[in-house]
């Protein structure tokens, strides 16, 4: 109702008005929980951010639909309106991520609301590292401390050398201290950048090693005590990322083509995946790319299409690659030329669709419809290939998304025809008309 609304919007503006925060208590204890998770006031009082928190981590973790970005967008304004919100909401994820059940979910909530929080300028290092454990463990705590911290935020090889010497001994510590995101991100960024000129190469096998034996050791244990170290992956993994490293660093092209049957082999490892999809978006970025590209598709956009295919939650990542390939402007080609290789990016983007990242696609698309970013020939372009790669039954949300572009005019008249057995007319059909 409007009134409430009036309250949420004056609570935000008069954040230390009483009468106000105490109406949004009211609220609250009326039940209306999910409303007021936006309101930077109900961080103030303690019961009402708890239930806020639950109800917003619950709807997180039996969510079915495609749009969850806006429930932790909420979250993460509400969790980082201060130090100690912050604080109190890391440690009661850290806690309940011990359940077996829903554990990995819960990390994967803490993680992400970490990374937003250095998004913010939040610098949660000390946080993150106390939440695992690394205090007990004086040398890796410095040693991560001084490469993660938000002033410096990139390695140094004395701190990785340390890393790799602990981790390489008879009695490694536990392998969770290296799995932070922040960590994985500049190991990845040195070892797959192009542009990474300034570090001492002679140090890579050390920075390969780090990385593989985050991502690919695993430990069993039994309350406190460690029972066993698996280590069975970690030679093959530290193989992936060391040929495919090296091929990154060359950047010649010859190599690549020389070497893909071995590269895609590699992709189907997660962490070469993310390093690879680094690699491309830096060449990609080169405003001179499509000019020399002389191939109908370009390996860089093959490898992409082929980790699509292997990592189901590397779909985002990949989409967040093609979006700003697709809105750059190519003023040294024509205008013909720009529009085919618009029609390249959209046919990854259905290659994207086709394996699974469905509904965020189309949203994309509608929304270059909606605000005209794009000529209209690409959205027919990219509306006769979403009818051509499905088939009914459509689920609610398909249409309710794609329903407008294929009823709007300039879109999807030329690819009608009168007798209506076209794709388009049989979708809107099958919507009711």
């Not at 007990?136 to 004395?158: F, R």
Request: aromatic share 10%; with cysteine.
């Amino acid at each position: 109702p409007t009134w409430r609304n009036l309250f949420y919007s004056l609570a935000d503006k008069h954040p230390d008005c009483i009468m106000l925060n105490f109406t949004i208590k009211l609220i609250s204890d009326a039940g209306f929980t999910d409303e007021i998770s936006s309101v930077s006031t109900a961080s103030q009082q303690i019961d009402v951010f708890s239930r806020i928190l639950k109800t917003s981590v619950a709807s997180i973790l039996t969510f079915r639909g495609s749009s969850l970005e806006s429930i932790i967008s909420d979250l993460v304004k509400l969790v980082c309106s201060s130090k100690h919100t912050y604080f109190y909401t890391i440690a009661l994820l850290h806690q309940a991520s011990k359940d077996r059940g829903t554990g990995y979910k819960l990390r994967y909530l803490s993680q992400e609301l970490e990374r937003r929080a250095r998004q913010m300028g939040r610098d949660t290092c000390y946080i993150t590292l106390a939440m695992c454990g690394a205090a007990a463990y004086p040398t890796i705590y410095q040693s991560l401390t001084s490469m993660l911290t938000l002033s410096k935020n990139a390695l140094n090889s004395g701190d990785v050398t340390t890393l790799y010497q602990l981790y390489s001994g008879e009695q490694p510590p536990p392998v969770s201290f290296l799995r932070l995101p922040q960590l994985f991100e500049l190991l990845i960024e040195a070892l797959y950048s192009p542009c990474e000129k300034t570090r001492n190469t002679e140090h890579n096998d050390k920075y390969i090693y780090v990385l593989a034996y985050g991502v690919s050791v695993t430990e069993r244990w039994d309350g406190e005590e460690r029972r066993s170290i698996n280590t069975k992956r970690l030679e093959q993994t530290i193989n992936a990322i060391e040929k495919t490293h090296n091929l990154a660093k060359l950047d010649d092209m010859q190599e690549w083509l020389c070497n893909i049957e071995t590269v895609f082999k590699y992709l189907k490892y997660p962490v070469v995946s993310m390093g690879i999809i680094k690699y491309c978006k830096e060449v990609t970025m080169d405003s001179s790319y499509f000019k020399g590209v002389t191939d109908s598709v370009p390996l860089h956009l093959i490898m992409i299409d082929e980790i699509a295919n292997n990592h189901p939650l590397h779909h985002e990542t990949v989409f967040e690659f093609l979006k700003p390939l697709f809105e750059r402007s190519h003023e040294h080609l024509q205008e013909l030329e720009q529009i085919e290789i618009r029609k390249m990016i959209i046919d990854r983007m259905v290659h994207l669709l086709c394996v699974g990242h469905v509904i965020p696609v189309i949203q994309y698309m509608r929304y270059c419809l909606d605000n005209e970013t794009a000529d209209k020939s690409l959205i027919r372009h990219f509306a006769a290939e979403v009818m051509e790669v499905t088939t009914s039954p459509y689920s609610a949300e398909f249409i309710a998304e794609f329903l407008p572009i294929a009823k709007n005019p300039d879109i999807t008249a030329p690819l009608r025809n009168i007798n209506e057995s076209d794709s388009i007319s049989q979708f809107i059909e099958y919507c009711g008309g």
